[in-house]
């Protein structure tokens, strides 16, 4: 009966364990190189230039001279089968734009490709490049 308590316990932690969702890979400053999708297909031309991403849930948008255009937080997640990352944007221009859930994708280690996390004709794809 003990030995059954302590699996029982032991698969509980490994099933919570799984919970918390880190990618250490998606950290860092990313250089965005392009916007495409939209209605016209042609994406739109960002304020800003890099996204920088840390561990500590924290992102911040980037101007070509690293300024802070625009601050907030984000969180994982998965959904139907998709790693997602869905921003909370606290501080920003008015007339400031980024999609608020995305998709993330590794098409390299420094190579990064965000799309919608739902279906959507008219929305945008970001690719960026990871700025050493």
């Known amino acids: 009966m003990m030995i059954k308590k302590i699996l029982l316990l032991l698969i509980l932690t490994g099933l919570f364990a799984c919970n918390k969702k880190t990618e250490p890979e998606l950290m860092g400053n990313w250089k ?3 916007i495409s999708g939209g209605f016209s297909g042609n994406g739109y ?3 800003f230039d890099y996204l920088n991403i840390t561990d500590e849930k924290h992102c911040e948008w980037l101007d070509s001279l690293n300024n802070p255009l625009a601050t907030g937080t984000y969180q994982l997640s998965a959904s139907k089968g998709k790693e997602c990352i869905e921003f909370n944007i606290k501080n920003k221009p008015e007339t400031f ?4 859930d995305l998709e993330y994708i590794f098409y390299s280690h420094d190579t990064l490709y965000m799309r919608p996390c739902f279906e959507c004709n008219d929305c945008f794809d970001y690719f960026f490049i990871k700025d050493n």
């Open 45 to 47: 031309n960002a304020e």
């Open 32 to 34: 965005l190189e392009n």
């Open 97 to 100: 734009y980024f999609d608020l």
